[in-house]
T-cell receptor, first 112, second 114 residues
Framework: GNSVTQMEGPVTLSEEAFLTINCTYTATGYPSLFWYVQYPGEGLQLLLKATKADDKGSNKGFEATYRKETTSFHLEKGSVQVSDSAVYFCALSGGFIEKLTFGTGTRLTIIP | DSGVTQTPKHLITATGQRVTLRCSPRSGDLSVYWYQQSLDQGLQFLIQYYNGEERAKGNILERFSAQQFPDLHSELNLSSLELGDSALYFC?????????????FGPGTRLTVL
């Protein structure tokens, strides 16, 4: 079955540092890949997505590139802010209107 | 605000009891998903409905059941509750976009079983 392996946390960085959160996946066919963010006490929000190989998803300064050769979808941001502190989930969908399979989540804390 | 609503926000109950969680999807979304988020299991898919019909089932216990009504809202019923059922339960609905489909999540119902 499908699975997502995500970088273990927690991750603590200083403001303006570079962020990478690793995500690799196992899936048959051509999955769509997602990053969701969960702020304290809230539900999950879609941060970005990519639906085919070499696609780059981007939003709010975050980026991730769908790498089929390495089955990866690493999340990056060039300069993090305190407001980026949250839990980040990598996820995949095996097809159209299908369930999401999530990674374990990475808690990110940004220190001023 | 995702447009997906869930009630109640919090639920505290005792072991052996039965509860119902409610979800209203975004206007026009036909597909509803239920997920459970717990500390030990992470985020797990439970069940999916599409336009009133069950479409996919995940790691949903036999004590749990769900349905989607003609107005597309959905209910998740949890019975014979155990301590281990304490978790955050999310509902999501999906919309078809040019690049595929996206799931939008509600704020969740936090269930505490004492």
């Amino acid at each position: 079955g499908n699975s997502v392996t995500q970088m273990e946390g927690p991750v603590t960085l200083s403001e303006e540092a570079f962020l990478t959160i690793n995500c690799t996946y196992t899936a048959t066919g051509y999955p769509s890949l997602f990053w969701y963010v969960q702020y304290p006490g809230e539900g999950l929000q879609l941060l970005l997505k990519a639906t085919k190989a070499d696609d780059k998803g981007s939003n709010k300064g975050f980026e991730a590139t769908y790498r089929k050769e390495t089955t990866s979808f690493h999340l990056e941001k060039g300069s993090v802010q305190v407001s980026d502190s949250a839990v980040y989930f990598c996820a995949l969908s095996g097809g159209f209107i299908e369930k999401l399979t999530f990674g374990t989540g990475t808690r990110l804390t940004i220190i001023p | 605000d995702s447009g997906v609503t869930q009630t109640p926000k919090h639920l505290i109950t005792a072991t052996g009891q039965r509860v119902t969680l409610r979800c209203s999807p975004r206007s026009g979304d036909l597909s509803v998903y239920w997920y459970q988020q717990s500390l030990d299991q992470g985020l797990q898919f439970l069940i999916q409905y599409y336009n009133g019909e069950e479409r996919a089932k995940g790691n949903i216990l036999e004590r749990f059941s769900a349905q989607q009504f003609p107005d597309l809202h959905s209910e998740l019923n949890l019975s014979s509750l155990e301590l281990g059922d304490s978790a955050l339960y999310f509902c999501a609905s999906s919309v078809v976009t040019q690049g595929g489909d996206e799931q939008f999540f509600g704020p969740g119902t936090r269930l505490t079983v004492l």
